[in-house]
């Protein structure tokens, strides 16, 4: 089963315009994971955030987590269009193994 | 170290038949995933490997499905008598302490 809901399920943008996406959970986790995917491609890692922290920064992304809303939001800045991929978040169980959870992710589409 | 390797990174096969699938982590990490990603959906977990050990199994990995990890290295995952359901993506991934995985490319198995 899938634990993690990226919203929007797709979004279209200018190249320079912000682009958020939020996901949305179900259980207590460990940490939030987000990674971006290209077209028939393997997943590469952002950016990782721990369930005692709020935000974190990584160059032109920021992640929020809200622990009591189950719930994060990746913003990316100043979009370009090699931005445009698929992006997922991934939870661990509180307690539970190591594996992730990834939601059916958001497609993003940053045009030139 | 190149990241981690997957091979084949396609393959076709009638159904019915065998495949094996290898996967080579980045030499430094003792975690080994395994992950089925189909179309339009995020990874779903089969199996993953501290060192050698097969520490856990989704109920995915049906009795058709195995796989190894001899001496903690390289993995695989072989699939007996296949079936058009089967069709997918294949991911390995890697990690040093279950934090931030390091995916490979992927095997696109396609079934017919």
């Known amino acids: 089963s899938q634990q993690g809901e990226e919203d929007p399920q797709a979004l279209s943008i200018q190249e320079g315009e912000n682009a958020t996406m939020n996901c949305s959970y179900k259980t207590s986790i460990n940490n939030l994971q987000w990674y971006r995917q290209n077209s028939g491609r393997g997943l590469v890692h952002l950016i990782l955030?721990?369930?005692?922290?709020r935000e974190k920064h990584s160059g032109r992304l920021r992640v929020t987590l809200d622990t009591s809303k189950k719930s994060s939001s990746l913003l990316i800045t100043a979009s370009r269009a090699a931005d445009t991929a698929s992006y997922f978040c991934a939870t661990d169980e509180q307690g539970g193994s190591e594996k992730l959870v990834f939601g059916k992710g958001t497609k993003l589409t940053v045009n030139p | 170290d190149t990241g981690v390797s997957q091979n084949p990174r396609h393959k076709i096969t009638k159904r019915g038949q065998n495949v094996t699938f290898r996967c080579d982590p980045i030499?430094?990490?003792?975690?080994l995933y395994w992950y089925r990603q189909t179309l339009g959906q995020g990874p779903e977990f089969l199996t993953y490997?501290?060192?050698?050990?097969?520490?856990?199994k989704s109920r995915l990995l049906s009795d058709r499905f195995s796989a190894e990890r001899p001496k903690g290295s390289f993995s695989t995952l072989e699939i007996q008598r296949t079936e058009q359901g089967d069709s997918a993506m294949y991911l390995c991934?890697?990690?040093?302490?279950?934090?931030?995985?390091?995916f490979g490319s992927g095997t696109r198995l396609t079934v017919v």
């Open positions: 030499s430094e990490h003792n975690r």
């Open positions: 955030i721990r369930s005692n922290e």
């Open positions: 991934a890697s990690s040093f302490r279950g934090d931030g995985y390091t």
């Open positions: 490997f501290q060192n050698e050990a097969q520490l856990e």
